[in-house]
């Protein structure tokens, strides 16, 4: 699916969202898409906030990485859109 | 997770865009270009949150800068610049984001282009390359409508003056009497003119609305830049970032 209106953001954006379910910053990791295979850093990818929740996209091949709802007191993760993560684990020592 | 933040200056920086400089007990030093979520709670407990560009330089004394443009239709930001005083609280969340940020051990020349309020997290890079003593080449390409809509005008000028920057500016609706290029929107010639030739091996940050971010990587893209050296922060169609 292609955005011709450039309603997307990037997915640095995402980095508070993704604050409240991983400890640490998830948006510098590099993720494999399952539908495309390309590795890029989060950050790179197309994010969505105007739905209930925040979708995130391949900035590749546009199919769904990362999908996030939080209703209440409850959240919901799919990451099924990605094979990996791939974390810089030194940056997060003190 | 969420701090409070209490408002002990304003400063108004155009006619729509206003500076709060937030003190933060228990706040974690920033990095140049990070950002934070504010979070109002109307009394009936229906609360919006909203993300916002750090515009000072990283430091220990829990001081943070926001720069934040009043949009027409906006939900939070013509509360915080028309009705937030000194002395008012906030709730934040933050400093969020390692990726569109600039170190001070990064050594490279860096290139700056910056669509309207988008200049707002490259000020902090610039702020925090000066307060660092940084010897790295900055050069800030600023788009803008027209000149009372720049952001940090005499602090830039002072810069270029003093040579910690080279600064460019574009307009796109409105440009002084004298100036060479008509107004209209970034293009090749601009791009080629105005910021470090891509053999320099620059790192780029591009912030902005979608659309000129867009323009904006493609047509440094295009001069030779290599997209994993080019870095963007969008604030989506309206400006307001959610």
Known sequence: MSSPIYDYLDGNAAAGELSKIFAVDVTVAEGQCAHCGTTKRFAE?????????????????????????????????????????????????? | MWHVGKVIALHDETATARTITLEVADWPAHVAGQHVDVRLTAPDGYSAVRSYSIASAPNSEGRVDLT?????????????????????????????????????DQTEPIQLVAGGSGIVPLMSMIRSRKAAGSAAPFRLLYSVREPAAVFYRDELRALTENEYLSLTYAYTRVAPADWPRPPGRIDTTLITNATWPSNFGPTCYVCGPTSFVEIATSLLIASGHSPERIRTERFGPTGDRK
Request: with cysteine.
């Open chain 2, 68 to 104: 934040v443009e009043r949009l027409p239709n906006g939900e939070v930001s013509p509360y915080l610049t028309q009705e937030l005083t000194v002395g008012d609280r906030l709730e934040l969340r933050g400093p969020i984001g390692g990726w569109f940020v600039w170190r001070t």
């Open chain 1, 45 to 94: 990818a197309h994010l969505y906030m105007q739905c209930p929740g925040v979708v995130a996209r391949c900035a590749v091949c546009e199919q769904i990485l990362l999908r996030l709802v939080t209703v209440r007191d409850r959240a919901l993760l799919d990451l099924s859109g990605m094979t990996y993560f791939s974390l810089d684990t030194s940056q997060f020592k003190q």
